[in-house]
T-cell receptor, first 115, second 113 residues
Framework: KAGVTQTPRYLIKTRGQQVTLSCSPI?????VSWYQQTPGQGLQFLFE???????NKGNFPGRFSGRQFSNSRSEMNVSTLELGDSALYLC??????????????FGPGTRLTVL | SQKIEQNSEALNIQEGKTATLTCNYT??????LQWYRQDPGRGPVFLLL?????KEKRKERLKVTFDTTLKQSLFHITASQPADSATYLC????????????FGAGTRLFVKA
């Protein structure tokens, strides 16, 4: 089975711009969670989608949004980028919602740099 | 406040020894706890999951314990190898109207040959 894929792998944007990141989960997985990883804050939960519905949300401003399509692929969008949004954005897929009872499989991440 | 604490200092051990990593948490009631390995520039890789009603889990050279009274998990790698050098993350599964996973900051492990 192919693993979780994320595109693009690297992105450079300037403050005020917006960005869309994409995640394709493992075939058959219906849950996609997004995380932000920075050296100072570690891995922080952004939100989780299961069967096209947002099931859970972390403590991030409304500039961070996401969606999931019927084929389980997910996108996250960050509008009005700030310098502090520079981070590694990781998505994880699992069979069940929230990875509660089974493994979360992570993608390689998208490295976003905001100048 | 809610916290997950892992050894902030890197752990240096000699090949063949047992590495023990600690995860302490406060003000959480996790239904389960997971350990992940992360290599530089890569996403975390799942290693083990232990539920709140389990005391210990093993997988090959890995062992994890979970003490909900002490609010602590210990992660052991026996007969460690240089290839085990990585950052190890502990993660709590908590229910807040839906399950979500809260990660600790991780502990860097270096295994010297």
């Amino acid at each position: 089975k192919a693993g979780v894929t994320q595109t693009p792998r690297y992105l450079i944007k300037t403050r005020g711009q917006q960005v869309t990141l994409s995640c394709s989960p493992i075939s058959g997985h219906r849950s996609v969670s997004w995380y932000q990883q920075t050296p100072g804050q570690g891995l922080q939960f952004l939100f989780e989608y299961f069967s096209e519905t947002q099931r859970n949300k972390g403590n991030f401003p409304g500039r961070f949004s996401g969606r999931q399509f019927s084929n389980s692929r997910s996108e996250m969008n960050v509008s009005t980028l700030e310098l502090g949004d520079s981070a590694l954005y990781l998505c994880a897929s699992s069979l069940m919602s929230g990875g509660a009872t089974d493994t979360q499989y992570f993608g390689p991440g998208t490295r976003l740099t905001v100048l | 406040s809610q916290k997950i604490e892992q050894n902030s200092e890197a752990l240096n051990i000699q090949e063949g020894k047992t590495a023990t990593l600690t995860c302490n948490y406060t003000n959480y009631s996790p239904a389960y706890l997971q350990w992940y390995r992360q290599d530089p520039g890569r996403g975390p890789v799942f290693l083990l999951l232990i539920r709140e009603n389990e005391k210990e889990k093993r997988k090959e050279r890995l062992k994890v314990t979970f003490d909900t009274t002490l609010k602590q998990s210990l992660f052991h790698i026996t007969a460690s190898q240089p290839a085990d050098s990585a950052t190890y993350l502990c993660a709590l599964g908590v229910y807040t109207g839906g399950f979500k996973t809260i990660f600790g900051a991780g502990t860097r492990l270096f295994v010297k040959a």
